[in-house]
């Protein structure tokens, strides 16, 4: 299993700033390893992100993300307290799900 996500959600007036490091090696799948074979493909597809049960950001990734993405954002409606909710699926079907805070 993945380290937790990194997340930070700070409210700045009226928006909501979300930065969060994500933990996942990325593979595209055309690297080979030192035997020569290629490493299969193992990467993040699918990112969501909840407010109060409600998505504020999605996003469908494939091979051309890097290693430990960095995802920033903003969205408007939240509270100093209220929880964010990042889920994110891989490749394989692996899952993570990481929550914080609003500061």
């Known amino acids: 299993m993945a380290e937790p996500t990194k997340i930070r959600a700070t409210l700045q007036g ?5 930065r969060m490091l994500m933990s996942h090696e990325m593979e ?3 690297r080979k390893d030192a035997g020569g074979k290629l490493v299969p493909a193992h990467f993040i597809q699918e990112v969501v992100v909840l ?14 993300v890097s290693k430990n993405p960095f995802l920033a954002f903003k969205f408007r409606g939240g509270a100093k307290g209220d929880k964010v909710t990042v889920t994110w699926v891989d490749s394989k079907g692996d899952r993570r799900t990481d929550e914080a805070a609003i500061g």
């Open 51 to 64: 407010h109060k049960g409600k998505p504020v950001m999605r996003a469908q990734w494939g091979t051309a």
């Open 28 to 30: 595209t799948g055309q």
């Open 14 to 18: 009226e928006l909501v700033d979300v």
